[in-house]
């Protein structure tokens, strides 16, 4: 099992950065991804998921309307396409893999090495 995250860079506020989650070692079919983000000295916290059965998608109120999680089965990879980008969401970006959707890390077995996204003019 491995998850791949990447599409990390440098943005200056307002613009767009699409991260990628490639799977390998299993189907998207069975599992939801979710991803989870860190700031430097804060906690790590959940900022999006999507489920496995029906893609339903679920969003941390910040992000809401700005960030947007999909799936590509054909390409075993999940993608979350970030616009309007804020300083405060530069951090470290990493998906996770579950059986379902959870604001918890607890809940998360396997984890990608995480991709850097740095907001800031």
């Known amino acids: 099992v491995q998850l791949q995250a990447s599409g990390g860079g440098l943005v200056q506020p307002g613009g767009s950065l699409r991260l990628s989650c490639a799977a390998s070692?299993?189907?998207?079919?069975?599992?939801?991804i979710a991803w989870f983000r860190q700031a430097p000295e804060k906690e790590r916290e959940w900022v999006s998921c999507?489920?496995?059965?029906?893609?339903?998608?679920y969003y941390e109120d910040s992000v809401k309307g700005r960030f947007t999680i999909s799936k590509d089965n054909a390409k075993n990879t999940v993608s979350l396409q970030m616009n309007s980008l804020k300083p405060e969401d530069t951090a470290v970006y990493y998906c996770a893999r579950a059986t379902y959707c959870s604001i918890s890390h607890y809940g998360y077995a396997s984890w990608g090495q995480g991709t850097l996204v740095t907001v800031s003019s």
């Open positions: 070692g299993f189907t998207l079919d069975y599992y939801a």
């Open positions: 999507i489920s496995p059965a029906d893609n339903s998608t």
